[in-house]
């Protein structure tokens, strides 16, 4: 509860920060636009030429496109804000020292203290792209559908955050190691489902770097039903993920000795 | 001669500094393969059995590696931070050491990326035909000039805005687009192509990769060089106007 109230107020102070420049807003909100424009310009282009790709008709790809654009939009939100260029701003600019000497957690200041709201407007599309892809879909989802699809956006989220902080504690053994543009890049591949991809691609995808789990497989269960199997093995991976990176994060810290040490 | 000397030095300087960062490096070639890789597993898929897409493709994968501009980050950061200021006093041009920059960088993704090219096309059965590959090169470096004008003229807008990673993410966007990396242009619906082969996104990457595939027999220069001349015009009348209202950090 007391964490959940941290990310309210970090919340309320970020938005405040965020409509002084609104300027800004404007910018983010045309690139938020832009970005998704491009995205589904993309996709619709392959199906002037196919009605379907990899076993995926076009309802299905913009309901994945949606899916992804939400859980990007959640990921720049609260997560990139605090996680991004890490090894650089957490530790050798030394704002790690601040966060261990404060009252709550480490891992959730270091991880969700700060938020960029205006990059919230990527959840709305996000979630407009989806019911355009419902709409446009041969049946609609049913209730269990829609439940499925809940909890594995959940679980995509919370992988993805327990990613950013996997990637984030490499830095207490190689400070000097920055993989966010190589993060960044393997995210946009969430952005097509799994079954497009060559097999080795296709498997590193699903159990090495999970991004099937971040669009793929809620918009399946979403629109083809669910799998019990499948929803206990995405709160599997989330429950196993986020226990790795509090694990990793620890021993990170036991490292760990200072900023200039 | 003597902004050619100066280009040779700094070139030479920046190659050697980046040889540092060789792992950054490599992060950037991941980037710069993600979207030509989407695209060449996405049309595979549609026409798994036509071997042209895998061969435009990996040129693509190519041409987009030896001509990635980042001038909103080597060279707008330098507004930002005022240390362009530096460069101004300097008794010399400061798109010596913009361009240098550019060709350093360039160098070490193309080194660090033949690799994955190569194991790409080693993968794919890619045979490609020599002379259309030879037959390219101009057409490859009318590119190489178009992609950093472009960058750079979306990078001159840090003089006015704290947005420009934004406006250069705009300007990607089209290039992905009408360049040929989503989609070959011919594969576009007819008004979207049409529209496509007149703005300058083709020139930058899907017209020397289709040369080089042997998709397309022989394209435009002239499309290419108009393209150079109205882009490097931009340059210098946004150049003019952004040195005069730059205003150096302390003052």
């Known amino acids: 509860m007391k964490l959940l109230r941290l990310l309210a107020a970090g919340f309320s102070m970020s938005l405040r920060r965020s409509v002084a420049f609104r300027v800004n807003l404007v910018f983010d909100v045309l690139l938020a636009f832009t970005g998704l424009g491009t995205a589904i310009a993309a996709v619709l282009i392959v199906f002037t030429r196919a009605d379907t790709l990899a076993g995926w008709s076009k309802a299905e790809f913009l309901v994945l496109i949606g899916t992804y654009q939400l859980i990007t939009g959640l990921r720049t939100t609260f997560i990139d804000p605090n996680l991004s260029w890490f090894p650089e701003t957490g530790i050798r600019e030394g704002k790690l020292d601040g966060y261990l000497l404060q009252p709550a957690p480490s891992l959730f200041l270091s991880s969700l203290s700060l938020s960029s709201p205006l990059q919230l407007i990527q959840v709305v599309l996000g979630v407009g792209v989806l019911a355009w892809g419902i709409g446009v879909a041969d049946r609609s989802p049913g209730a269990a559908g829609v439940m499925s699809w809940l909890v594995l956006v959940v679980a995509g989220t919370v992988v993805t955050w327990a990613l950013s902080v996997l990637l984030a504690c490499l830095a207490f053994w190689a400070p000097k190691l920055q993989l966010d543009v190589f993060y960044h890049s393997a995210w946009q591949l969430g952005r097509y489902p799994t079954d497009v991809f060559a097999r080795p691609l296709r498997i590193l ?3 090495v770097f999970p991004m099937a789990l971040i669009a793929s497989v809620p918009s399946t269960a979403l629109l083809r039903g669910p799998q019990f199997g499948v929803l206990l093995a995405g709160v599997a991976a989330a429950a196993g993920a986020a226990a790795l990176a509090a694990l990793a994060w620890r021993a990170g810290l036991r490292r760990y000795t200072g900023a200039t040490s | 001669m003597r902004t050619a000397v100066l280009l040779g030095f700094r070139l030479r300087q920046e190659v050697l500094e980046w040889s540092g960062a060789w792992w950054f490096l490599m992060t950037l070639v991941v980037q710069a393969v993600v979207a030509p890789l989407i695209g060449l597993f996405v ?21 987009t590696l030896m001509t990635e501009s980042f001038e909103q980050h080597t060279f707008s ?23 240098g920059m550019n060709l350093a960088i360039r160098a070490w993704l193309t080194l660090l990326g033949a690799p994955i090219v190569l194991l790409t096309g080693i993968a794919l059965q890619v045979g490609f035909d020599w002379w259309a590959v030879a037959r390219s090169t101009p057409y490859l470096v009318l590119a190489a000039v178009l992609v950093f004008l472009w960058t750079f003229l979306l990078s001159l807008t840090a003089f006015w805005t704290d947005r420009v990673h934004a406006v250069v993410g705009f300007g990607s966007q089209l290039v992905f687009l009408f360049g ?3 989609a070959p242009i011919g594969l576009l619906p007819d008004g979207l192509r049409r529209v496509a082969e007149v703005l300058p996104f083709y020139g930058m990457s899907g017209l020397p990769a289709e040369i080089a595939a042997g998709t397309r027999g022989d394209g435009s220069l002239g499309y290419q060089l108009v393209w150079v001349v ?11 106007a952004g040195v005069r209202r730059y205003t150096a950090v302390g003052s």
């Open chain 1, 205 to 207: 995808l699903t159990y």
């Open chain 2, 43 to 63: 049309w595979s898929a549609v026409y798994p059995d036509d071997p042209a897409i895998a061969r435009y493709y990996v040129a693509v994968i190519l041409v």
């Open chain 2, 77 to 99: 950061e330098r507004i930002y931070n005022g240390t362009l200021s530096h460069e101004l006093l300097r008794p010399q041009p400061v798109a010596v050491g913009v361009i």
């Open chain 2, 180 to 182: 040929g990396t989503a």
């Open chain 2, 230 to 240: 109205v882009l490097v015009g931009v340059v210098m009348v946004l150049w003019r």
